[in-house]
């Protein structure tokens, strides 16, 4: 029965410092609600002259990786480095001396998360990730213990903050995207290289983690279709907001009896649904489950105390095992073997934004080429035509009825081919 | 190592029915999962002649709790009868017998939750209760786990979904409340009886669980201060949907350093806010900790199989640490010894509706006695008079800035005396 559980932890940014913080806030309680006396011992700091905005021991330091590895008394690693390695080898090198390890790293786990779940088993060691999806918000902790008892059809996420705080102010203050992304980059809200959270890459890495524990699946994010929130412009924005829906970048995915369908994009949803009110950087994860049906978890999917909740909650769900000197679980938290595979992207109701000349008889040419295809169109709406070099051109809004994406594509290049319309300006799923 | 779990169920009744119901659906993935074979082998059913609307076999059933209490094989006991007695019974003489039990009885667990986890401490056995709160919502089994590491300051919960149904419908229908409670008993969401839900003692009841778990206190809900919807009329609905606000019975609790502020009653809620789109039979809870901020957990909080997945997740969580062979973890899931107090409502905005006669100096000598107490007018808005016994009245709304409860309630109470008011028609707090 071992009470005083000794922690070594790799790296000391912004998630490193609010795990240490975090738990220093609540050790006390933590010792009088379980028990258990977690220390932080050891700090892999490659950089040990920069300044981290953190007071804290300085023996506690270490640019030494095998003085975390090799150290008998050490329960636990705790990698919050960021990248694929070298955090996947330090990872992988502590489960095979017998550490358990907890991470917030959803790259590495989205890459290697088969192998090292493997390997965790193998060694009869314990590997987490709770913070590695949707930060503090305890999804998979969830998933994987009081809701076991069922079998999931869905999920949806809102699982980049940046993005969602984009296309929140957008809709807030009727601003374009790019200038919403310099004052989200000011705030702090986006990086100054933010291509992987504008163009959906950082979600797909977290549906691929959320898919293989809701689904048992293998599915790489590289294999996720994935389309960012750069083509939204204010008109996007406007004729949702105009026709009761809200613009969200969503990680989707559905089982069907065939496998399943999945990708990243920006989604029309209606008003009323629970993610549409899912505002600023805030995220939130939607699943349905056969037995609970619709459940949502809301919070905060970034931020240095926010993520650090998580990574302690995995810290002391393993001590909790430790201390009672538990065999570990005979299966693990994650598996891959449903041999459920993705299938495409299945069948949508869609919206799309094109620019036209405004002469008589465009819209019954466009509409009659549809109806040729069996695409069907649910509304239709036109903005006041305006001059551009001499012609007058007009938008059109379409919303079309369940339609398979490549027929849409077919479809509406055809138009363009055809010289019917001057150009698809953008196209997005609605989900009802 | 025990993999083939037997479970005795107390009571076949609606939850009774989707616990067996979600067990039949999900047996074979639990079992690929978690290599744990869960078995209900026995149903206490008091009225065996009584149809069930579920087909099981009939040598399950038995009339006689002693069946289950004395079976040695069984390891579980889950009982789903509700009320408060025999329930307890029933549930105090399962532990001293070694068995550990799982139950969605929240009347129960508010009213004797301290002597049942005292006495599955004492012989060494597990008491759980998710489906006791906001039924398939997995709330209690977050706070106990993964958020382990957070001290969280408030909690505000929809805990009643046939309430949250009322004033759904009522403000997207602009209908009476009367009227509405029809509608919701014609569906099967209100009982006949619907004091229980409309009056918050339900909500009262789940909010005295939550706390105790949230602040380790023990405040059984006859001592939180409890108003339920009936006195909400359209005129509310309405100012509130007019000014940007929605109503929702709230079951809300804050830590101080004093002690804990909490009630149970109907608040005008900013439209923006996550809670303010739980809509219908829809439940949430929303809690503030100090690592994690802000997260909120939404799903549906009743129903057969909603309520039976809680359950199920409860029992698959003990099978799974009797299938280890691992001692019972050291430190009960709920604690009583914060020695935190129930110490009133605390300070709060308030939203007063007021008639009033129709002339002039009225609203003068209104907001001059207000504030002669100190007590600040945000906003006010006069609906047109009308005729009424020969007199000219008219409504007036206020919003009142914070201000301690039991003074707005003098001052009213003067001005009603006084003759400057009519009638005060109904008191809500907003929260900001």
Redesign the interface.
Known sequence: MKQHIKVGMLGIGNIGR?TYT??E??HQ??LE???LDIEIVKILNRHPDKDRGIDLPKEKYTTDINDILDDPEIDIVVELMGGIEPATAYMASALEKGKSVVTANKAAIAANGKRLVELAQENHVLLRF?AAVAG???IL??LT???????FSEVHGILNGTTNYILSQMTEYGKDYAEMLRTAQEKGFAESDPTADVEGHDSANKLSILMSIIFGTEIPPEMIPTRGITTIAREDIDYGFESGYRIKLLASAKKSKKGIYTNVEPVLIPA?H?L????NE?NAVFVK????????????GA?S??T???V??????IA?KL?????Y???PQI?YDSGLRFIGEGISKYYVRMTVTDKPGVLGRITTTFGQFGVSVEAVKQNAPYESDGERIASLFFRIFEVERPLLYYVLNKLHKENIILSVDNIMRIED
Do not use: H
Not at 145 to 151: D, G, I, M, Q
Not at 289 to 300: E, I, K, P, T
Not at 312 to 317: E, P
Not at 323 to 327: E, F, S, T
């Open positions: 609010g975090a738990l806030m609540n309680q933590i609600t379980t028990g709770e503090g918000i305890p902790t969830s213990t009081a809701l076991l008892s069922n079998e009323s629970p549409a009110s899912v505002y805030f489950g056969n037995a609970v049906d619709s459940l949502m978890f809301y919070g905060r931020g105390l926010p650090g909740s998580a302690l909650g995995d810290v002391i769900g909790r201390a009672k000197g538990a065999a679980d005979v299966v598996r």
